[in-house]
């Protein structure tokens, strides 16, 4: 990949976005006339669409793009503060271009969101060009590296030829011609894809500090008279890092396939078959949202299990988390895309399963459901016998609660319907059921392909402690959300306390091989830029020598006694 997902970096919006979206949506003669020179960062561009008012309704954005057929030009124009384009990367001091979605205004008509080409910059003295006020939005929370910015246009005339074409065109004489589907100026798909990748390499990175260090640092009395353990060896510590080293394997595995996906289907959209587009845009906004999520909250997991030297930047977790946690916000807010992965997708789904349709994909398993549901329910009506050892049987129940969680927020928007609701207002009185549909359905898929996967390794050995990990995953999935299973009927007390006393057991039966599993991910120590986290385990030492690296040690007295402390006891 030319973008570096290890550190933030002022181009990354050129790589990610600006080039991607060139591909996606530019003409060929607009790929010869922008692509190459941004390739050879003649261009560097930025994709902004997000405004200061505006960043998930994009039917509210406010930038426009008027057509004027006497000129031949398009006038870009941010009529309102709540419309100044506000936080696309590398656009307050990087770049000289940037893609602008606008609502395109030709004719007297307005078509909704485009994506225009708009120079902001003199290519040669990098001076903002008239009618372009642009600048940094000043300091975030991280991303220190990126000049996230701002752009106001006042009246900004651009050619004809600066409107991505590729799918929607207006003529010389301003006619509007459709694109072939309204969903294809959306974008962002390719960035939701490659983001679960991202999680997958920060918990990859995170449980490799975590557990190294955990297998170095001794602390505290297991056994009167003994030694102190490695921190590794207790239970708690176990039972915090190993479910993340599980999910770091699943989210490797779900990444490629994510990647995979996005590589097929985008293939067939470029050949004009836009059919899978819908089962794309849900499970890359699904998987993003799902991942991020749960990557977010164990990079945290795995700083607080490293005690005072997680919180020490020597350790590199604060900075891998202040740089991971925007994806839950970027790239489509995470609760939106839940919801848009639930509302456009999963209750449809439903919907037509329940009349019968058999559907394709992730959601095949809602014709099942749908099946079972006209069949007869066996009498005992209680939950099918569990195992805590057959992966098989641990997707299907993740499936089941998936269909569950499905059919009770399509059922909770009928009862509100029923209710007298609108239909926005019965589907907001059932975002919660939505997105609980949602996260299911995500985390059924994640299970189901770690266990797919696991028929590709030939390896006994290899599979055997992978197996462990996906039952690990699969397990502590199920203690962690037992209500939901509990509430579909798919799980007994009784079975919940084995679940519990399984994954003690196989926390054990990780023991031995954690850090070798941590190494396969094959970070080397400049990738994780980690003391705690060192290959050869050297912590102390290197943790001296990095504090007597700290610039306030450049003076054995610093400049603030004299300048502070000694004046202030001259006065008490
Ligand atoms: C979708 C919304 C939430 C709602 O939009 P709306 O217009 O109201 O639409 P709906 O009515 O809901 O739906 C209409 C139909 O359209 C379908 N739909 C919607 N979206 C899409 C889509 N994206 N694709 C396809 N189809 C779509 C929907 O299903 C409906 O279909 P149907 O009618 O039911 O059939 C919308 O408002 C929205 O998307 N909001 C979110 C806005 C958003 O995402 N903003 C992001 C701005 S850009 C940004 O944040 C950038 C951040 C930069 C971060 C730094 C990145 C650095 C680069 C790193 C890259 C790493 C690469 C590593 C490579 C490697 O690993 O190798
Ligand atoms: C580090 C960083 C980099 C970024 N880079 C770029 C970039 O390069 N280019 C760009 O264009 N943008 C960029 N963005 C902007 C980003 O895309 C938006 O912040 C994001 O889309 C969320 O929109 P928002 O900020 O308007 O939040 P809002 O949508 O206002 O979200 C606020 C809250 O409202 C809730 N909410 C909103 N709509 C709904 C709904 N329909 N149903 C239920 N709840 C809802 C959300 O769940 C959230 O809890 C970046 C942001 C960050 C933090």
């Known amino acids: 990949s030319c973008v570096h997902p290890d550190r933030p970096e002022p181009l990354d919006l050129h790589l990610g976005?600006?080039?991607?979206?060139?591909?996606?949506?530019?003409?060929p003669e607009q790929m010869e006339r922008f692509f190459t020179p941004a390739w050879n960062l003649r261009i560097i561009g930025t994709y902004a669409q997000t405004e200061m008012g505006h960043g998930t309704h994009l039917r509210?954005?406010?930038?426009?793009?008027?057509?004027?057929?006497?000129?031949?030009?398009?006038?870009?124009?941010s009529p309102t503060i709540s419309?100044?384009?506000?936080?696309?990367?590398?656009?307050?001091?990087?770049?000289?271009?940037?893609?602008?979605?606008?609502?395109?205004?030709?004719?007297g008509r307005c078509h909704g969101l485009h994506a225009f080409i708009v120079p902001i910059r003199d290519m040669d003295t990098h001076v903002?060009?008239?009618?372009?006020?642009v600048g940094d939005i000043g300091p975030k929370f991280g991303f220190s590296e990126v000049d996230n910015g701002f752009l106001k246009l006042e009246?900004?005339?651009?050619?004809?030829?600066?409107?991505?074409?590729?799918?929607?065109?207006?003529?010389?004489?301003?006619?509007?011609?459709?694109?072939?589907?309204?969903?294809?100026?959306?974008?962002?798909?390719?960035?939701?894809?490659?983001?679960?990748?991202?999680?997958?390499?920060?918990?990859?990175?995170?449980?490799?500090?975590?557990?190294?260090?955990?297998?170095?640092r001794h602390q505290s009395e297991l056994r009167p008279g003994e030694p102190e353990p490695q921190i590794l060896n207790y239970q708690t510590q176990q039972h915090k890092l190993f479910p993340v080293l599980a999910a770091a394997y699943a989210f490797t595995f779900v990444g490629q396939y994510m990647k995979d996906t996005y590589r097929r289907i985008s293939g067939d959209i470029h050949a004009g078959d836009y059919s899978q587009l819908p089962e794309l845009h849900a499970l890359s906004a699904g998987l993003k949202a799902f991942t991020t999520w749960a990557a977010n909250a164990a990079i945290e997991v795995c700083r607080m299990s490293c005690g005072g030297h997680g919180y020490s930047r020597s350790s590199a977790l604060p900075d891998i988390y202040v740089e991971f946690t925007p994806t839950c916000t970027y790239e489509g807010e995470n609760t939106v895309m839940m919801l848009q992965t639930a509302s456009r997708y999963l209750v449809k789904s439903y919907r037509q399963a329940s009349v019968g349709q058999r559907l394709q994909g992730s959601v095949s398993y809602l014709s099942e459901a749908a099946a079972q549901r006209l069949r007869p329910r066996p009498v005992s009506g209680g939950a099918a016998p569990l195992s805590t050892q057959d992966l098989l049987s641990l997707v299907h129940l993740y499936q089941r609660r998936a269909a569950s969680l499905v059919e009770l927020a399509a059922k909770s928007i009928q009862q509100e319907l029923q209710r007298g609701r609108s239909q926005e207002e019965a589907w907001n009185h059932s975002s919660i059921d939505l997105v609980r549909a949602s996260d299911a359905h995500c985390h059924f898929v994640v299970v189901k392909l770690f266990v797919d996967k696991l028929?590709?390794?030939?390896?006994?050995?290899?599979?055997?402690?992978?197996?462990?990990?996906?039952?690990?995953?699969?397990?502590?999935?199920?203690?962690?959300?037992?209500?939901?299973?509990?509430?579909?009927?798919?799980?007994?007390?009784?079975?919940?306390?084995?679940?519990?006393?399984?994954?003690?057991?196989?926390?054990?039966?990780?023991?031995?091989?954690?850090?070798?599993l941590v190494d396969a991910f094959d970070l080397n120590d400049r990738k994780l830029n980690s003391v705690l986290g060192r290959y050869d385990g050297n912590v102390y030492e290197h943790l001296y020598e990095w504090a007597r690296q700290s610039p306030l040690n450049a003076t054995e007295v610093h400049e603030s006694f004299h300048k502070y402390l000694k004046p202030l006891r001259s006065r008490l």
């Open 60 to 77: 509210g954005l406010e930038t426009t793009a008027t057509f004027d057929p006497s000129t031949q030009e398009f006038v870009l124009h």
């Open 155 to 216: 009246h900004v005339r651009i050619p004809l030829d600066n409107m991505l074409m590729k799918f929607a065109k207006v003529e010389p004489d301003g006619t509007y011609v459709k694109p072939p589907s309204a969903k294809l100026t959306y974008g962002m798909v390719f960035i939701r894809s490659m983001i679960v990748g991202q999680s997958a390499l920060a918990l990859a990175k995170s449980c490799t500090i975590a557990i190294r260090y955990s297998a170095v």
């Open 17 to 27: 976005m600006f080039l991607p979206t060139l591909l996606n949506q530019a003409t």
């Open 128 to 133: 903002p060009l008239p009618g372009v006020v």
């Open 83 to 107: 419309s100044i384009k506000w936080w696309p990367g590398g656009l307050g001091k990087t770049s000289n271009h940037a893609i602008v979605l606008a609502q395109l205004h030709t004719q």
């Open 455 to 516: 028929e590709q390794v030939d390896d006994a050995a290899v599979k055997a402690v992978l197996s462990t990990l996906a039952l690990l995953y699969a397990l502590k999935g199920l203690a962690d959300n037992s209500g939901d299973f509990l509430q579909a009927g798919l799980l007994t007390v009784p079975q919940a306390t084995r679940v519990s006393a399984r994954i003690k057991e196989l926390l054990e039966e990780l023991r031995p091989d954690a850090v070798a």
